[in-house]
């Protein structure tokens, strides 16, 4: 009957310009017609927005580890001689905050995102898009349960806008390939916070990567992690240098 209810709402029952836009976003991006509209209403508003909403970190939660077992389940089938750590790594590359990010604004969920424009520009905050995919993932399977959001997230997100093989082929974790640089060469590399800023409303850090005394990277970011990223990229420059030393020298 609800679902009923929900098909004869869709079809007949005539709907604000801006409500009408996101019940054909979640048609045309998932396949499916939206039961609970409610849901997705709550997926796109950001928490930058106070009064009168609900913000969708809830749903970001939830989205995120349906989000999380779908990639998981679907790297294990489809790479079933590969190792923990190869597909560890690969889901976390999948469901990274950048990948999300870029998933979110090819799908142009970007466009309905309601949010606080002035408070994200001050705060810097660049993930508020993957956050918002994320929870339309949440809204997406408690609406049509875990086998319909699986179908959604492995046929229209990872089937049609993200290549695996590109994915694997070009690895951006800068920290794990500097350490295994460092493993490769019997070296013993150190990741360093050097300073942390306090701002009005965000924090800066400052990482340095160390072989021995040896400075040979230096980042800073919003977050540590990034901030060692960046210093762990300057580093990957310094060990390709090394390497060309050592080939002129042969």
């Not at 002035?118 to 949440?138: H, P, Q, T």
């Not at 493993?183 to 800023?197: A, C, N, Y």
Request: proline share 1%.
């Amino acid at each position: 009957m609800g679902r009923f209810l929900a098909l004869l709402h869709y079809f007949f029952i005539k709907q604000d310009p801006a409500t009408q836009q996101l019940i054909t976003f979640v048609r045309a991006t998932t396949g499916m017609i939206p039961l609970n509209l409610a849901l997705y209403k709550i997926a796109i508003q950001h928490s930058s927005i106070e009064e009168g909403y609900t913000s969708n970190e809830r749903l970001e939660f939830l989205g995120d580890a349906v989000l999380s077992l779908i990639a998981g389940e679907y790297l294990f089938k489809r790479y079933p001689l590969k190792e923990e750590g190869f597909l560890t790594d690969i889901r976390s590359r999948l469901v990274n905050r950048d990948s999300l990010n870029k998933l979110a604004r090819k799908i142009h969920l970007d466009k309905l995102l309601h949010y606080d424009t002035n408070l994200i520009k001050r705060s810097g905050s660049k993930s508020i898009y993957g956050n918002a995919l994320e929870a339309f993932i949440g809204a997406v399977y408690l609406d049509h349960g875990y086998a319909c959001c699986r179908r959604f997230v492995i046929d229209r997100l990872i089937g049609n806008h993200i290549s695996l093989e590109n994915l694997i082929e070009n690895d951006t974790n800068f920290k794990s390939r500097i350490i295994q640089w460092a493993h490769k060469h019997h070296l013993q590399v150190v990741f360093k916070i050097l300073i942390e800023k306090q701002y009005e409303d965000y924090k800066e850090f400052t990482a340095q990567v160390l072989i021995g005394e040896k400075i040979i990277g230096e980042g800073t970011g919003r977050t540590k992690k990034c901030a060692e990223q960046m210093a762990a990229q300057q580093a990957l420059q310094y060990a390709k240098e090394i390497e060309q030393e050592s080939l002129m020298v042969l």
